[in-house]
T-cell receptor, first 114, second 110 residues
Framework: EAQVTQNPRYLITVTGKKLTVTCSQNMNHEYMSWYRQDPGLGLRQIYYSMNVEVTDKGDVPEGYKVSRKEKRNFPLILESPSPNQTSLYFC?????????????FGSGTRLTVV | QKEVEQNSGPLSVPEGAIASLNCTYSDRGSQSFFWYRQYSGKSPELIMSIYSNGDKEDGRFTAQLNKASQYVSLLIRDSQPSDSATYLCAVTVGTDKLIFGTGTRLQVFP
């Protein structure tokens, strides 16, 4: 089944404790992206990647890192999480040049930083 | 000005009625437009995409695009309680970057 898999689904952590949220897709998509979703603010892009070893900042990159060492994986790293990073996070992927397919989203990761 | 604007709602319609959801965008260069449905706590799922001015129909859903007015809408005919969700309008900016609106919450009551 074609899908984007995120882990974990839920995570509660403490301020300053490094964490990684994994994202993997099995559709051979070049484009991958991370979003956070907050009430009243909608989906905001954190980072995106057009292909392996190519990453770029989105609209809200502060406090986050990403890497794209393999085409299928695009982990989101919070080196020193803070309470304002409490949010619902989504990974998404798409095939470049196939706009009509839109994005395929992962199931989401609800992160709470205390 | 927000890049993609939607009325947050809620929009309440009775079962069987037509629900009309609207969206405006600011980038005149945008070429691709999408409607996503998101149930509470779930991930967005693509309902419709549209690229040309006019209407595009898929089952009970019709997307309408007017590039001159920078306006895109979604009509849901014969609304069902299962259509109750938040509907996100998304617009491409540049190469493959999607900008999302904050969504309109639709409530369909029996």
């Amino acid at each position: 089944e074609a899908q984007v898999t995120q882990n974990p689904r839920y995570l509660i952590t403490v301020t300053g404790k490094k964490l990684t949220v994994t994202c993997s897709q099995n559709m051979n998509h070049e484009y991958m992206s991370w979003y956070r979703q907050d009430p009243g603010l909608g989906l905001r892009q954190i980072y995106y990647s057009m292909n392996v070893e190519v990453t770029d900042k989105g609209d809200v990159p502060e406090g986050y890192k990403v890497s794209r060492k393999e085409k299928r994986n695009f982990p989101l790293i919070l080196e020193s999480p803070s309470p304002n990073q409490t949010s619902l996070y989504f990974c998404a992927s798409s095939l470049l040049g196939r706009d009509e397919d839109g994005y395929t989203f992962g199931s989401g990761t609800r992160l709470t930083v205390v | 000005q927000k890049e993609v604007e939607q009325n947050s709602g809620p929009l309440s319609v009775p079962e069987g009625a037509i629900a009309s959801l609207n969206c405006t965008y600011s980038d005149r260069g945008s070429q691709s437009f999408f409607w996503y449905r998101q149930y509470s706590g779930k991930s967005p799922e693509l309902i419709m995409s549209i690229y040309s001015n006019g209407d595009k129909e898929d089952g009970r859903f019709t997307a309408q695009l007017n590039k001159a007015s920078q306006y895109v809408s979604l009509l849901i005919r014969d609304s069902q309680p299962s259509d109750s969700a938040t509907y996100l309008c998304a617009v491409t900016v540049g190469t493959d970057k999607l900008i999302f609106g904050t969504g309109t919450r639709l409530q369909v009551f029996p």
